[in-house]
């Protein structure tokens, strides 16, 4: 027989089942099948019938089949579940579930394969997924924050919900927990999820201590919430009670780093930020450095290390608050370049500063990198007053601050003492702005309370006295700490007790006096208050010298009245005697050199009744200020002896004797002039004795005296009719005040009649030509009255002529009653003996023929005088001699002269008696020398003051002195003081006029005394309009030895004065005693410079030095000092309007300094400079500039104003056509008349056509202001220059970025920029792409603020006149930038090209990212097609490297290749697409950002396939199953497969 076996290939009937739950599936063929022959590879499950996305089964089990065997259960292996079930687009409904069989899958009984099923089948019955996931493990990884979570299922990602984890530390749940607030995965659906620790959430676990350190207090509890399976299902719940034990912890072993800190100085708080919970009781403040820069070791720098300090929170943290303590924060704000803004606040740490949670040390920012403060929050809170302390002691007030305050800033005039926290009355006290006060920024100041205020203060008895009465206030501002905030007001009502009181122990000391002549006041100056009640005035004493010597003079003191007033400043009222007494020396009081005071120990006390310090002679205190007497003295009474010819005259002070002038005093026998019995008489002269004194005894000339006896009516005979009166010129006081004139006659005090006997003093015996009629002429010792002569009574023997002095002895003639007798004076009788007499005495000869045989005698009844005294009677005996004897025809001739030329005396002596009257002084002329000379003066105004017989007294006028000495050197000495008269000038006795004495036979002086009286200034005026001074002096002066600058000109006596001593001055005429002077314009600007001097003669007052000038003798004029300087008299304005000095002008291009030369000092509060107008020529339609309002005002008063241009100005000025150079003539200026006034506000003539300026090139060279701006966001950076620059110049290669200003760890020169001209100053670069790569490839460049300068050389720019920049050097401090805009976009990948021969991804980024593993993640890269789906290719590792800075190779492994191979797609250019995982990679800023991840896919730029062929790498015979299996380098196609 023929057996035919079966030959007919199976087939597959349905794809019945596919369980998911259960991992099965059915199939259903239409006859039996061999199972023995099944291969699970020939079975691919797919998600449609296009077969787009499939999973060949790699392996599993047949689980049974029908008793027929048409139909199998085949269990899937968990490899290709696992598979199945990462992709989501298969297997997920019956509508994906579809299966394609290849060959060789199985067979009949007969051996007969089932063909091939390449077009898919769908499943009839589908079950899903009802299984809740589970999870089965986890590991914690502390230092990536990595926690990774393994399923017994696949999950998917995009259902993970974080915040249902829960961390516990034991697995019942009691201990420690926390719940995830966040994390994210990159993983897509996989059985295990990688989740990222969010930073908040690790450090949170971190800051349990007893919570994920180990693996024994690792547990994890979750709600089925956290996550889900494809199918939707949850999963299964973890319970707190029944946590789940990490199956692998690894510890944190990362040192944690110092990301970031911020400053508020205000409050003294650091806030610092750590990379992870720190262990903050670990935290050694004494580890920290402050320092205002980012290299600590380059010289300058400033740094504390700090010693103090609260931390909150003090156990744990990432971030905690440092309180520093107030010495630490105190001495920072002391250095006034340290943390003040953020360009000087950085900070160094060492790793043992602090600790993390797992004991890591901090990795340390060294001192030479300092890490830079990323905000900085300046001082703004207001210092405040702790507590103060009062020591009276010392005069100060020390007060304690809650901060370091500014000294400069602290204000005691805004401080108020008072008695209580209210203030009532006048308990009160306010401060001086003069305080001396502390000059050290401390939080401790002191300020010291001025005398004045001091001493005010103590006064006042309820105030100050204690702590219990010492309160304090103030007002806002009354000092700033050292950020200038203000501290804020305490007002009345809540003032603060004293925490310290120190009572005054010091004795109080003379400072200084006052002796006031006018007000007749010592005035005591102490340095504190002192009680007026304990002052004993008697224990003071007045001294000329602080030493003793032979012209030593003490005064005690007598005070009248003493004020009672508790004060610093003590008056006693002195007494008349005491200031005569004063003023009666000419060596003591009248300046402050000869006027010193020494006083005992107990003349005063202080408030604290400490006596005063003894004031010994050696330590005499000189008198601060003698103030003149400006009160006129008065006569106050008069005495009149005619017995001795004595005038007792007393003043109210003490006069100068030197300037008493008789002849200004009139004796008046009434005080009725209607009283017929009215009369008077001026004294001619009379005898003053010497020195100054306030009584004076004055002998008066017999002239005077016989004058008075013989007016009729009488005067002076009686006291009944004696009464005088004075004029103003009849003396002065030593102050040259004039006397009060007595108007109403002043009646005699105490009379003293004459009882005195009259003598006859001489007589004469004259005849003319020796012929008759002969004159016998009497003098008498005194007026004598005449009507008494009782002729009729006369014994001839009563009156002998006698031969011989003794009578006896020759002969005589008695005089008979035929004798006539005539009064010529009435102390001058004439007898005219009649011719018989004459005749009998002609026999008696040689009786009368000669002087020596001519005498007389006389009885004492011959004659009385007015006061009825008989007349001393002539002894026979001893007869008297005649005194002249002849007929007298010679004139009188001068025989010599003397002069005093100190006060004016001229005392002439001539050979004979001559008469007073007349005599004419005009005919009198001085000279030089005998002969013809140069020099003489007549005198015109001088007066006769005496003539006593033949001496002639002239009192020279002063006038006439004047005159005299501008004749100089006339009358300087005896060789050139010589005298002539004219004839007439005066007569003798017998009328003969005296003799003329020519030139040539001038008499010279017999002695001269020269001048000796310094000359005073007695006023001044200032003529400011023309710029002079005109003096008038006392006398004439030498102008030779003018010395202007010895003169200053005050605003007022004493101290607080604005003051200015001349430079110079030029004589400008002299009118002696008037000079007048031109002063310099130096001079004179200077002095208009000041508003308070000069302007009224309210504020102009002179100090003059003696060395100013001297008369023609060198005496020095007197001195005016500060407290005595002598007011002017006028003032003339100035009433010139000022002009502009165009030409002597500048407009400095260098500075930006526009000077103004005006003709004169210029008010600089009144300028207004937006009247100034700069334009390029005179013409209107120039370009012009109006310079800002804005611009500073000029503060000083001056003649040039230099007005600095605000920068702007000058940048516009440098971009326009204007002003170039000094040689391009486009400069002018034009002003309007509100410009500016004058001192005296007079306002500026305008220019209204515009006139040239000079200009100062520009040649400085342009410097960086400011590195504004870095901005990493879009790769730029601007920088300010600090003026107009010239853009086409620029050249950015010359720009270097580094890290520090000095030896920088990491510089980037830039290769080139795209360049902006922001404005004049102000240019932006875009950085190059390569620059910027290099940039941010650099970590340790411009990552911050500390570690971004920029340095550039001279080739980067030039300014508009073509100066080169000044390059920058690199010193301290460097030019860090401004503002650095920090990277917070995540990098782009631009381009990608892929190379499947070489194995070489390379991606193009659009910056440079970072290629760590742990941050740039290669499983976050897959490929897949031009759709996103689930059958993309992750990459699961490589190798990666930067082989440029925007590119970055991936070395594939051959894993991922080979997966890539076996796939549809990455077949070509057009089928290769990426897909790229959120955060897969970072870029490299200080703070990564990471890449955002890419929805659609990337197709690659640049594709090249495989073109190495695939090697056979093994194969395996296996028999058992019929089996060869090839192993290849590559994947293979198998379609290309050829057995």
């Given at each position: 027989?023929?057996?035919?076996?079966?030959?007919?290939?199976?087939?597959?009937?349905?794809?019945?089942?596919?369980?998911?739950?259960?991992?099965?599936?059915?199939?259903?063929?239409?006859?039996?099948?061999d199972?023995?022959?099944?291969?699970?590879?020939?079975?691919?499950?797919?998600?449609?019938?296009?077969?787009?996305?499939?999973?060949?089964?790699?392996?599993?089990?047949?689980?049974?089949?029908?008793?027929?065997?048409?139909?199998?259960?085949?269990?899937?292996?968990?490899?290709?579940?696992?598979?199945?079930?990462?992709?989501?687009?298969?297997?997920t409904?019956?509508?994906?579930?579809?299966?394609?069989?290849?060959?060789?899958?199985?067979?009949?009984?007969?051996?007969?394969?089932?063909?091939?099923?390449?077009?898919?089948?769908?499943?009839?019955?589908?079950?899903?997924?009802?299984?809740?996931?589970q999870?089965?493990?986890?590991?914690?990884?502390?230092?990536?924050?990595?926690?990774?979570?393994?399923f017994?299922?696949?999950?998917?990602?995009?259902?993970?919900?974080?915040?249902?984890?829960?961390?516990?530390?034991t697995?019942?749940?009691?201990?420690?927990?926390?719940?995830?607030?966040?994390?994210?995965?990159?993983?897509?659906?996989?059985?295990?999820?990688?989740?990222?620790?969010?930073?908040?959430?690790?450090?949170?676990?971190?800051?349990?201590?007893?919570?994920?350190?180990?693996?024994?207090?690792?547990?994890?509890?979750?709600?089925?919430?956290?996550?889900?399976?494809?199918?939707?299902?949850?999963?299964l719940?973890?319970?707190?009670?029944?946590?789940?034990?990490?199956?692998?912890?690894?510890?944190?072993?990362?040192?944690?780093?110092?990301?970031?800190?911020?400053?508020?100085?205000?409050?003294?708080?650091?806030?610092?930020?750590?990379?992870?919970?720190?262990?903050?009781?670990?935290?050694?403040?004494d580890?920290?450095?402050?320092?205002?820069?980012?290299?600590?070791?380059?010289?300058?720098?400033?740094?504390?290390?700090?010693?103090?300090?609260?931390?909150?929170?003090?156990?744990?943290?990432?971030?905690?608050?440092?309180?520093?303590?107030?010495?630490?924060?105190n001495?920072?704000?002391?250095q006034?370049?340290?943390?003040?803004?953020?360009?000087?606040?950085?900070?160094?740490?060492?790793?043992?500063?602090?600790?993390?949670?797992?004991?890591?040390?901090?990795?340390?920012?060294?001192?030479?990198?300092?890490?830079?403060?990323?905000?900085?929050?300046?001082?703004?809170?207001?210092?405040?007053?702790?507590?103060?302390?009062?020591?009276?002691?010392?005069?100060?007030?020390?007060?304690?601050f809650?901060?370091?305050?500014?000294?400069?800033?602290?204000?005691?005039?805004?401080?108020?003492?008072?008695?209580?926290?209210?203030?009532?009355?006048?308990?009160?006290?306010?401060?001086?702005?003069?305080?001396?006060?502390?000059?050290?920024?401390?939080?401790?100041?002191?300020?010291?309370?001025?005398?004045?205020?001091?001493?005010?203060?103590?006064?006042?008895?309820?105030?100050?006295?204690?702590?219990?009465?010492?309160?304090?206030?103030?007002?806002?501002?009354?000092?700033?700490?050292?950020?200038?905030?203000?501290?804020?007001?305490?007002g009345?009502?809540?003032?603060?007790?004293?925490?310290?009181?120190?009572?005054?122990?010091?004795?109080?000391?003379?400072?200084?006096?006052?002796?006031?002549?006018g007000?007749?006041?010592?005035?005591?100056?102490?340095?504190?208050?002192?009680?007026?009640?304990?002052?004993?005035?008697?224990?003071?004493?007045?001294?000329?010298?602080?030493?003793?010597?032979?012209?030593?003079?003490?005064?005690t003191?007598?005070?009248?009245?003493?004020?009672?007033?508790?004060?610093?400043?003590?008056?006693?009222?002195?007494?008349?005697?005491?200031?005569?007494?004063?003023?009666?020396?000419?060596?003591?009081?009248?300046?402050?050199?000869?006027?010193?005071?020494?006083?005992?120990?107990?003349?005063?006390?202080?408030?604290?009744?400490?006596?005063?310090?003894?004031?010994?002679?050696?330590?005499?205190?000189?008198?601060?200020?003698?103030?003149r007497?400006?009160?006129?003295?008065?006569?106050?009474?008069?005495?009149?002896?005619?017995?001795?010819n004595?005038?007792?005259?007393?003043?109210?002070?003490?006069?100068n004797?030197?300037?008493?002038?008789?002849?200004?005093?009139?004796?008046?026998?009434?005080?009725?002039?209607?009283?017929?019995?009215?009369?008077?008489?001026?004294?001619?002269?009379?005898?003053?004795?010497?020195?100054?004194?306030?009584?004076?005894?004055?002998?008066?000339?017999?002239?005077?005296?016989?004058?008075?006896?013989?007016?009729?009516?009488?005067?002076?005979?009686?006291?009944?009719?004696?009464?005088?009166?004075?004029?103003?010129?009849?003396?002065?006081?030593?102050?040259?005040?004039?006397?009060?004139?007595?108007?109403?006659?002043?009646?005699?005090?105490?009379?003293?009649?004459?009882?005195?006997?009259?003598?006859?003093?001489?007589?004469?015996?004259?005849?003319?030509?020796?012929?008759?009629?002969?004159?016998?002429?009497?003098?008498?010792?005194?007026?004598?009255?005449?009507?008494?002569?009782?002729?009729?009574?006369?014994?001839?023997?009563?009156?002998?002529?006698?031969?011989?002095?003794?009578?006896s002895?020759?002969?005589?003639?008695?005089?008979?009653?035929?004798?006539?007798?005539?009064?010529?004076?009435?102390?001058?009788?004439?007898?005219?003996?009649?011719?018989?007499?004459?005749?009998?005495?002609?026999?008696?000869?040689?009786?009368?023929?000669?002087?020596?045989?001519?005498?007389?005698?006389?009885?004492?009844?011959?004659?009385?005088?007015?006061?009825?005294?008989?007349?001393?009677?002539?002894?026979?005996?001893?007869?008297?001699?005649?005194?002249?004897?002849?007929?007298?025809?010679?004139?009188?001739?001068?025989?010599?002269?003397?002069?005093?030329?100190?006060?004016?005396?001229?005392i002439?002596?001539?050979?004979?008696?001559?008469?007073?009257?007349?005599?004419?002084?005009?005919?009198?002329?001085?000279?030089?020398?005998?002969?013809?000379?140069?020099?003489?003066?007549?005198?015109?105004?001088?007066?006769?003051?005496?003539?006593?017989?033949?001496?002639?007294?002239?009192?020279?006028?002063?006038?006439?002195?004047?005159?005299?000495?501008?004749?100089?050197?006339?009358?300087?000495?005896?060789?050139?003081?010589?005298?002539?008269?004219?004839?007439?000038?005066?007569?003798?006795?017998?009328?003969?006029?005296?003799?003329?004495?020519?030139?040539?036979?001038?008499?010279q002086?017999?002695?001269?005394?020269?001048?000796?009286?310094?000359?005073?200034?007695?006023?001044?005026?200032?003529?400011?309009?023309?710029?002079?001074?005109?003096?008038?002096?006392?006398?004439?002066?030498?102008?030779?030895?003018?010395?202007?600058?010895?003169?200053?000109?005050?605003?007022?006596?004493?101290?607080?004065?604005?003051?200015?001593?001349?430079?110079?001055?030029?004589?400008?005429?002299?009118?002696?005693?008037?000079?007048?002077?031109?002063?310099?314009?130096t001079?004179?600007?200077?002095?208009?410079?000041?508003?308070?001097?000069?302007?009224?003669?309210?504020?102009?007052?002179?100090?003059?030095?003696?060395?100013?000038?001297?008369?023609?003798?060198?005496?020095?004029?007197?001195?005016?000092?500060?407290?005595?300087?002598?007011?002017?008299?006028?003032?003339?304005?100035?009433?010139?309007?000022?002009?502009?000095?165009?030409?002597?002008?500048?407009?400095?291009?260098?500075?930006?300094?526009?000077?103004?030369?005006?003709?004169?000092?210029m008010?600089?509060?009144?300028?207004?400079?937006?009247?100034?107008?700069?334009?390029?020529?005179?013409?209107?339609?120039?370009?012009?500039?109006?310079?800002?309002?804005?611009?500073?005002?000029?503060?000083?008063n001056?003649v040039?104003?230099?007005?600095?241009?605000?920068?702007?100005?000058?940048?516009?000025?440098?971009?326009?056509?204007?002003?170039?150079?000094?040689?391009?003539?486009?400069c002018?200026?034009?002003?309007?008349?509100?410009?500016?006034?004058?001192?005296f506000?007079?306002?500026?003539?305008?220019?209204?056509?515009?006139?040239?300026?000079?200009?100062?090139?520009?040649?400085?060279?342009?410097?960086?202001?400011?590195?504004?701006?870095?901005?990493?966001?879009?790769?730029?950076?601007?920088?300010?220059?600090?003026?107009?620059?010239?853009?086409?110049?620029?050249?950015?290669?010359?720009?270097?970025?580094?890290?520090?200003?000095?030896?920088?760890?990491?510089?980037?020169?830039?290769?080139g920029?795209?360049?902006?001209?922001?404005?004049?100053?102000?240019?932006?670069?875009?950085?190059?792409?390569?620059?910027?790569?290099?940039?941010?490839?650099?970590?340790?460049?411009?990552?911050?603020?500390?570690?971004?300068?920029?340095?550039?050389?001279?080739?980067?720019?030039q300014?508009?006149?073509g100066?080169?920049?000044?390059n920058?050097?690199?010193?301290?401090?460097?030019?860090?930038?401004?503002?650095?805009?920090?990277?917070?976009?995540?990098?782009?990948?631009?381009?990608?090209?892929?190379?499947?021969?070489?194995?070489?991804?390379?991606?193009?980024?659009?910056?440079?990212?970072?290629?760590?593993?742990?941050?740039?993640?290669?499983?976050?890269?897959?490929?897949?097609?031009?759709?996103?789906?689930?059958?993309?290719?992750?990459?699961?590792?490589?190798?990666?490297?930067?082989?440029?800075?925007?590119?970055?190779?991936?070395?594939?492994?051959?894993?991922?290749?080979?997966?890539?191979?076996?796939?549809?797609?990455?077949?070509?250019?057009?089928?290769?697409?990426?897909?790229?995982?959120?955060?897969?990679?970072?870029?490299?800023?200080?703070?990564?950002?990471?890449?955002?991840g890419?929805?659609?896919?990337?197709?690659?730029?640049?594709?090249?396939?495989?073109?190495?062929?695939?090697?056979?790498?093994?194969?395996?015979?296996?028999?058992?199953?019929?089996?060869i299996?090839?192993?290849?380098?590559?994947?293979?196609?198998?379609?290309?497969?050829?057995?």
């Amino acid at each position: 027989s023929i057996f035919i076996g079966d030959i007919t290939k199976p087939l597959l009937v349905n794809f019945l089942v596919l369980d998911i739950n259960s991992a099965q599936l059915q199939l259903e063929f239409d006859e039996p099948v061999d199972v023995r022959s099944f291969s699970a590879s020939s079975i691919f499950l797919t998600n449609d019938v296009l077969n787009s996305t499939s999973v060949n089964l790699t392996g599993g089990v047949i689980e049974s089949q029908n008793l027929d065997s048409t139909i199998i259960l085949y269990s899937i292996s968990d490899s290709d579940y696992r598979t199945l079930k990462l992709d989501s687009t298969i297997a997920t409904s019956r509508s994906d579930s579809f299966t394609f069989i290849g060959s060789n899958f199985i067979t009949d009984f007969s051996g007969n394969y089932l063909d091939e099923i390449l077009v898919p089948r769908q499943v009839v019955t589908f079950f899903p997924d009802i299984t809740q996931p589970q999870l089965l493990s986890y590991e914690l990884d502390m230092n990536s924050g990595l926690l990774l979570l393994t399923f017994d299922d696949v999950v998917t990602s995009n259902t993970l919900d974080t915040t249902k984890l829960t961390f516990q530390s034991t697995s019942s749940g009691i201990g420690s927990s926390y719940q995830l607030t966040g994390g994210f995965s990159n993983i897509t659906n996989d059985y295990f999820i990688i989740i990222k620790l969010t930073n908040s959430d690790l450090n949170s676990i971190k800051a349990l201590s007893d919570l994920a350190t180990n693996i024994n207090n690792t547990f994890l509890s979750l709600q089925s919430e956290t996550i889900m399976d494809n199918f939707g299902q949850p999963v299964l719940s973890i319970i707190t009670s029944q946590a789940l034990q990490a199956s692998n912890f690894i510890v944190d072993t990362i040192n944690p780093t110092l990301d970031m800190f911020t400053f508020d100085v205000g409050s003294g708080t650091l806030m610092f930020t750590f990379s992870e919970t720190m262990n903050i009781s670990t935290f050694k403040l004494d580890q920290l450095i402050i320092l205002n820069t980012p290299n600590g070791n380059f010289p300058g720098t400033i740094s504390i290390q700090l010693s103090n300090g609260s931390a909150s929170p003090s156990d744990v943290g990432d971030i905690f608050t440092l309180f520093l303590n107030t010495p630490d924060l105190n001495t920072i704000k002391e250095q006034p370049n340290l943390c003040t803004n953020d360009n000087n606040t950085f900070i160094s740490i060492t790793p043992n500063t602090i600790f993390d949670m797992s004991g890591n040390p901090i990795i340390d920012i060294p001192i030479e990198a300092a890490l830079a403060v990323t905000t900085h929050e300046p001082d703004s809170q207001p210092p405040s007053l702790v507590a103060w302390r009062l020591d009276m002691d010392a005069g100060m007030v020390i007060l304690t601050f809650s901060e370091s305050v500014s000294a400069q800033s602290l204000k005691p005039e805004l401080f108020i003492l008072q008695h209580s926290t209210l203030s009532v009355g006048s308990q009160v006290q306010t401060i001086s702005s003069s305080a001396l006060k502390a000059s050290q920024d401390n939080p401790i100041l002191f300020f010291t309370i001025p005398t004045s205020d001091l001493n005010e203060l103590t006064s006042k008895t309820e105030i100050a006295t204690s702590e219990q009465n010492s309160y304090i206030r103030f007002q806002t501002g009354a000092v700033q700490d050292l950020n200038s905030n203000p501290i804020d007001a305490i007002g009345n009502g809540g003032a603060i007790k004293a925490s310290g009181f120190t009572r005054d122990m010091k004795a109080p000391n003379l400072l200084s006096f006052t002796l006031d002549l006018g007000t007749e006041e010592l005035i005591l100056t102490f340095d504190e208050t002192v009680r007026g009640a304990s002052l004993n005035a008697s224990k003071l004493t007045l001294v000329n010298s602080n030493f003793s010597s032979p012209s030593f003079i003490n005064i005690t003191v007598e005070d009248r009245l003493t004020t009672l007033t508790n004060s610093s400043i003590l008056r006693i009222q002195l007494t008349i005697d005491f200031l005569n007494e004063v003023k009666r020396f000419v060596t003591i009081g009248t300046n402050t050199s000869n006027t010193f005071l020494i006083h005992e120990g107990n003349v005063v006390e202080d408030m604290s009744f400490n006596p005063a310090n003894d004031l010994i002679l050696e330590l005499a205190a000189p008198a601060d200020q003698i103030n003149r007497d400006t009160q006129s003295p008065s006569l106050d009474s008069f005495d009149l002896d005619l017995n001795t010819n004595s005038l007792v005259i007393r003043f109210s002070e003490t006069v100068n004797r030197d300037t008493i002038s008789l002849d200004q005093l009139t004796f008046i026998s009434t005080e009725d002039p209607n009283n017929p019995n009215f009369n008077n008489y001026t004294l001619i002269s009379g005898f003053i004795p010497p020195g100054n004194d306030h009584v004076f005894n004055i002998t008066l000339l017999t002239e005077d005296l016989n004058n008075l006896k013989q007016l009729d009516p009488e005067v002076a005979l009686n006291s009944f009719i004696t009464y005088l009166t004075i004029t103003m010129g009849f003396v002065q006081d030593l102050d040259g005040n004039n006397v009060i004139p007595i108007l109403t006659p002043l009646k005699v005090t105490s009379y003293t009649s004459d009882n005195t006997n009259p003598t006859l003093v001489s007589f004469d015996f004259i005849m003319i030509n020796m012929t008759t009629p002969l004159y016998i002429v009497l003098h008498f010792s005194e007026t004598v009255d005449a009507s008494i002569f009782s002729f009729t009574q006369l014994d001839p023997t009563k009156i002998t002529i006698q031969q011989n002095s003794n009578q006896s002895l020759g002969n005589f003639f008695r005089l008979t009653s035929s004798t006539l007798v005539s009064l010529v004076r009435d102390d001058d009788i004439i007898l005219t003996i009649p011719e018989i007499d004459f005749q009998t005495i002609q026999t008696l000869a040689p009786l009368g023929q000669n002087s020596t045989s001519t005498w007389l005698s006389a009885e004492t009844d011959f004659v009385r005088d007015r006061s009825g005294n008989l007349v001393e009677a002539i002894d026979p005996s001893s007869a008297i001699n005649v005194f002249s004897h002849t007929a007298d025809l010679i004139p009188p001739f001068l025989t010599g002269f003397d002069v005093d030329m100190n006060v004016g005396n001229l005392i002439l002596t001539f050979n004979e008696r001559i008469l007073a009257s007349p005599i004419q002084l005009n005919l009198f002329v001085l000279q030089e020398s005998i002969g013809p000379h140069t020099r003489e003066h007549r005198l015109s105004s001088s007066n006769v003051s005496s003539i006593m017989n033949n001496v002639l007294s002239v009192l020279i006028s002063t006038e006439d002195l004047n005159i005299i000495k501008q004749q100089f050197p006339l009358f300087i000495e005896v060789d050139t003081a010589f005298i002539r008269t004219d004839q007439t000038a005066l007569y003798d006795i017998a009328e003969n006029p005296n003799t003329l004495l020519t030139q040539d036979f001038a008499i010279q002086a017999s002695s001269l005394v020269a001048d000796r009286i310094r000359p005073v200034l007695q006023n001044f005026t200032f003529n400011v309009e023309n710029s002079q001074l005109i003096f008038t002096f006392s006398e004439t002066i030498n102008e030779t030895g003018l010395d202007p600058i010895q003169l200053t000109l005050s605003s007022n006596r004493g101290t607080g004065a604005v003051r200015y001593t001349l430079t110079g001055g030029i004589l400008r005429n002299i009118l002696n005693p008037i000079v007048t002077i031109n002063l310099t314009d130096t001079d004179l600007n200077i002095i208009k410079s000041f508003p308070q001097l000069g302007t009224s003669i309210y504020n102009t007052f002179l100090i003059v030095d003696a060395d100013f000038i001297s008369d023609l003798f060198g005496n020095r004029v007197f001195s005016y000092g500060v407290n005595d300087a002598i007011q002017a008299m006028d003032l003339v304005v100035d009433q010139t309007p000022p002009s502009l000095l165009t030409l002597q002008s500048t407009l400095d291009l260098n500075t930006g300094v526009l000077s103004l030369f005006f003709t004169e000092t210029m008010n600089s509060s009144s300028f207004n400079i937006e009247s100034i107008t700069l334009s390029n020529s005179d013409s209107s339609s120039s370009s012009q500039l109006a310079l800002s309002s804005t611009t500073a005002q000029p503060t000083d008063n001056r003649v040039i104003i230099n007005i600095t241009l605000l920068q702007e100005d000058l940048n516009t000025i440098k971009s326009l056509s204007l002003c170039d150079n000094s040689t391009s003539n486009n400069c002018y200026i034009s002003i309007s008349t509100d410009l500016a006034e004058d001192m005296f506000g007079l306002s500026v003539y305008p220019i209204i056509i515009a006139q040239s300026i000079p200009v100062i090139n520009d040649i400085t060279p342009p410097e960086l202001v400011q590195f504004t701006i870095l901005n990493l966001m879009n790769k730029s950076l601007i920088l300010s220059f600090s003026e107009t620059i010239d853009f086409s110049t620029l050249d950015p290669t010359a720009i270097v970025l580094q890290s520090l200003f000095q030896s920088p760890l990491s510089s980037v020169a830039l290769s080139g920029a795209t360049t902006q001209q922001l404005s004049e100053t102000e240019i932006q670069l875009q950085l190059s792409t390569e620059d910027f790569g290099l940039l941010k490839l650099d970590k340790y460049l411009c990552s911050s603020r500390g570690n971004c300068y920029i340095f550039a050389t001279s080739d980067l720019i030039q300014d508009k006149s073509g100066n080169p920049f000044s390059n920058i050097q690199m010193v301290e401090p460097g030019i860090l930038v401004k503002t650095l805009i920090a990277d917070t976009i995540g990098p782009l990948l631009y381009s990608y090209t892929l190379d499947l021969d070489s194995n070489i991804m390379l991606i193009t980024f659009d910056e440079p990212v970072a290629i760590d593993s742990e941050t740039f993640l290669l499983n976050g890269f897959s490929f897949g097609p031009a759709t996103n789906s689930t059958d993309n290719i992750p990459l699961s590792s490589g190798y990666v490297s930067r082989i440029s800075t925007y590119v970055v190779a991936i070395q594939l492994s051959l894993q991922d290749v080979n997966n890539l191979k076996v796939t549809d797609f990455v077949k070509s250019q057009d089928d290769t697409f990426l897909y790229i995982q959120p955060g897969s990679f970072n870029d490299l800023a200080r703070v990564a950002n990471p890449f955002l991840g890419e929805i659609t896919g990337i197709q690659v730029a640049a594709y090249q396939s495989d073109i190495s062929p695939p090697e056979l790498s093994s194969f395996t015979l296996d028999l058992s199953n019929n089996l060869i299996i090839f192993s290849f380098s590559e994947p293979v196609l198998r379609s290309s497969f050829n057995s």
